[in-house]
């Protein structure tokens, strides 16, 4: 998991990127189709499921996460992590239990869960395609 | 600060003297019985330890730790935060240093220091894992696995994965409190999910003599362990009942107690009637939908989410103050409720009122305060500190029986 090679980024970037964030997690990856994005799902054997949701235009506008371990953010959001780490540093009070949401106008992410169960999400909202639905994001 | 340690050792030593008097005069009249163990102790709601003053809504104890086997090489740790939404005790490595208290780590197979990098939701915590003899109350568990915060680096450095994704939270500011006390519905922080991965997860790891660490599974027994479940008896779970704050914008202190055991002893019996008791998952949670929507979130009660930690972009959020990212509604209390369902077969529902106020308008110095609430992101429903205030509320360890009751549950 240790994230020494440079590699593209998954949220806005193309899907290729989706087979560096696999080998990286050494999971499997499986594709879901609907009308208006695909789902690339790359899950561990331990139980860390990554899906990466891909527009018909091959970018990948949303990454959602889950499981007993957090996956690599700085890969899985890219450019984006900065942002984020950000928004982390400035939680004020800060907490151990803190859950993070950061929503920008083109930026949305959010962070929580606890042991046994880590959860979140990130997205492009002006990147979301016709008929997609937030909900759909998980 | 001063009066407020006074107060708190003085109510720590309290309970004691009654054990010693309850102790005798069981001894004289009923020779036969086992006398009962002490199992309730003080839990307090105040503004922190003298490092990191000003926190709202942490529930503090004190702990008793020793050196393995020793009956003097002990200290009482104060404000250890109790929280009910994860396992194990987690002690920060330099206020033991100034208790006087060294504890070893643990080694795995290859004689490596095994250390632990946890994710928490503000943050990763980092250091070796070691054991420790635990009381608390009349209660001891011998041996226990803990986690030492390596908050002055005394030991191998984090690998790069931790804390790479926010921040490394392994001192007494980070935390608000000298350690966290996991006293969540299982026994162990991971579980089977660090024990046997082909792909270990990043939580355990092995470090060598060179500062290297790699990740590592870790066997049901040696990862960190919520003590209760070591407790010779009374170990199937806690009740935790805590008053509400008396002044709705803040009390500064507010003392409630933790009782250890559920339907194992004459004070902590499950009630006949008007118990709700939520099953949990293997996640530890039930699901949770708010109000009158139609996703089924999952959901806990955890006493170390400082407030009600859900999702609502209709409420208005706080963008300036000490609260900035909570909520802040117009028109303030704002009414709310969610409706929880207890995972799987159980399948209990029961409907919860709530209020969200903004709290701004907090006592200045109150650190108790009922009515916070927070963005938690829209993938989950937390029932954070606000939810214990005027509950009593059972947590049910994975596996353990009392009452006719199996955990893992949550029950008020």
Redesign the interface.
Known sequence: ????RTVSAALGGNSTSIIADSLEM?GSVHAYSSPQFEIQEIT?????RVREFVGRDGLVFAVAWSG???P???QLLGVHFAL??QA??A???????????LALPDLVI????????????AYLPMHLPAGAS??DL? | MQIRFKFALLSFSAPALLAACFGNNNAATAPSAPSPVLNTMAVMVDSGPAAATGQINHAYVTVKVCSPGSQTLCAYIDHVLLDTGSWGLRLVGSVLAANGIALNAEHDAQNQTIEECVTFGGGQTWGPVALADISMAGEVAAGVPVQIMDDSAAGAPPPATCGANGTLINDVSGFGANGVLGIGVFAQDCGAACVAAATPLPIYFGCGGAGVCTAENVALAAQVTNPIAMFAADNNGVIINLPNPQNANGDATLSGEITFGIATQADNALPLTGLTLLAADANGEFSATYNGGTTALPALLDSATDSYAFDDPSIAVCTAGDFIGYYCPVVSPQSLFAVNTGAGANGAVSTVQFAVADPNALVVGASALMNLGGGGGSTSFTWGMPFFYGRKIFIGIDQRSGGGFTGPYYAY
């Open positions: 998991m240790l994230c020494v050494q561990t054997e331990s139980g860390v007993p371990a957090e690599n953010l700085p984020y780490h982390r540093l939680q004020a009070p800060p907490g151990l239990h803190r859950a993070l949401r959010e962070s929580g869960g606890h042991m046994r169960a880590y959860r979140g999400r937030t909900a998980q």
